[in-house]
């Protein structure tokens, strides 16, 4: 069985079920005696989805015009030993 968030929805409360078809939640509810006026699905939108997905990632950043960056160089190795002249 998936998560059960208890929320409410104007004035009545509500609860948002993951990982179950409207169907089995609707026969759970019988079983237990549990009066259910509506059960919707949600799904969420490509949009939604994909900004969910990709939250985290970003592509720009932005900077002070003022601060000049400085970026040191890496310093470069070498083995005279393995040079042949």
Do not use: C, W
Not at 37 to 50: G, P, R
């Amino acid at each position: 069985m998936g998560p059960i968030v208890p929320g409410v929805d104007g004035d009545s409360p509500s609860f948002t079920v993951s990982g179950l078809a409207r169907s089995a939640i609707g026969d759970l509810a019988v079983h237990y005696g549990i009066a259910i006026h509506e059960l919707t699905s949600e799904a969420a939108s490509l949009e939604q989805a994909f900004m969910e997905l990709t939250a985290d990632d970003v592509e720009f950043r932005a900077q002070d015009p003022n601060q000049v960056a400085h970026h040191e160089a890496a310093p470069v190795a070498s083995n005279k030993e393995g040079l042949s002249q």
